[in-house]
């Protein structure tokens, strides 16, 4: 029993700091998370977990669907809306503030 609690221990540290560490989230080293936590951000933002998950539903739909691009950043950026975030001039916010409502999903 004590070594089934150790590894489960050990997997949600290694869990905990390569998924939530600073290091992956970051534009230059996550580029493809980075553009879907964006989004997530300004489309849903102050949205609840269900808000979230339903914009984050829709790109990843998308990126599998053959009539949209196949990566992130391309569905995103694909066709600007008149009402979209990326049209309006929105400050891009730090990165913390863009990824704390995601590790929190």
Not at 69 to 94: A, F, H, M, Y
């Amino acid at each position: 029993m004590p070594k089934l609690v150790l590894g489960f221990i050990l997997l949600f540290t290694f869990i905990g700091t390569s998924v939530f560490g600073a290091e992956l989230y970051t534009r230059e080293q996550e580029p493809e998370l980075y553009c879907l936590a964006e989004n997530i951000y300004w489309e849903s933002h102050p949205d609840n977990h269900a808000g979230r998950a339903a914009v984050a539903d829709v790109v990843l739909n998308r990126v599998e669907d053959s009539r949209f691009p196949n990566t992130i950043c391309e569905v995103v950026k694909q066709g600007l809306l008149k009402e979209s975030w990326r049209t309006k001039g929105k400050k891009v916010p730090d990165e913390e503030r863009v990824f704390t409502p995601i590790r929190n999903m």
